[in-house]
T-cell receptor
Framework: DAKTTQPTSMDCAEGRAANLPCNHS???????VYWYRQIHSQGPQYIIH???NNETNEMASLIITEDRKSSTLILPHATLRDTAVYYC?????????????FGGGTRLMVKP | KAGVTQTPRYLIKTRGQQVTLSCSPI?????VSWYQQTPGQGLQFLFEYFSETQRNKGNFPGRFSGRQFSNSRSEMNVSTLELGDSALYLCASSRGDRGHSGNTIYFGEGSWLTVV
């Protein structure tokens, strides 16, 4: 699976948009980008995933560059409850299994 | 619809003992996998079961084992516990089909194991 690189930590003001970058320069054509977050002492929570088109759901938006070598997760109006570690993961399209490779993630701190 | 359920949530064991953790996947999900999370190593994949068969395995010693029942519920067992086995053990489930449409992986809240 492709390796991902994320900043170790980021801060965001409450109510502002949080933009979390992820680099996956070795991603191959059949690999999807997934985002999960983990709030302290809880299990990882699925946020969103995409292949090459931008995606949006009730939690966030995912912007994937045209060359697919990087992506940005956008939380449009961050709240204190969005403070968590955010993981960017690439997963092969033909991977039916649950074997996700987690990196260190980005620790997002939303401040009042 | 109920999420992934793990029991127990917290437990304390003594070195040398064994422990069994249980996971009930989301209804309709046939794939169950287990992960270990420690401060030093982060989130690491242990193994995955699909239709009662181990489909993928991570790089953990044989003391770590698992099984899946016909109703897709799964258990993992750690024998001869060591202090380093203290961790959050997470279970995840998905439909297990090939392809991504509707095959998202969902995690439970985890079981906190402390070995003393």
């Amino acid at each position: 699976d492709a390796k991902t690189t994320q900043p170790t930590s980021m801060d965001c003001a409450e109510g502002r948009a949080a933009n979390l970058p992820c680099n996956h320069s070795t991603i191959s054509g059949n690999e999807y980008v997934y985002w999960y977050r983990q709030i302290h002492s809880q299990g990882p929570q699925y946020i969103i995933h995409g292949l090459k088109n931008n995606e949006t759901n009730e939690m966030a938006s995912l912007i994937i560059t045209e060359d697919r070598k990087s992506s940005t997760l956008i939380l449009p109006h961050a709240t204190l409850r969005d403070t968590a570690v955010y993981y960017c993961i690439v997963r092969p399209a033909n991977n039916a299994g649950n074997m996700l490779t987690f990196g260190g993630g980005t620790r997002l701190m939303v401040k009042p | 619809k109920a999420g992934v359920t793990q029991t127990p949530r917290y437990l304390i064991k003594t070195r040398g003992q064994q422990v069994t953790l249980s996971c009930s996947p989301i209804s309709g999900h046939r794939s169950v996998s287990w992960y270990q999370q420690t401060p030093g190593q982060g989130l690491q994949f242990l193994f995955e079961y699909f239709s009662e068969t181990q489909r993928n395995k991570g790089n953990f010693p044989g003391r770590f084992s698992g099984r899946q029942f016909s109703n897709s519920r799964s258990e993992m067992n750690v024998s001869t516990l060591e202090l380093g086995d203290s961790a959050l053990y997470l279970c995840a489930s998905s439909r297990g089909d090939r392809g991504h449409s509707g095959n998202t992986i969902y995690f439970g809240e985890g079981s906190w194991l402390t070995v003393v």
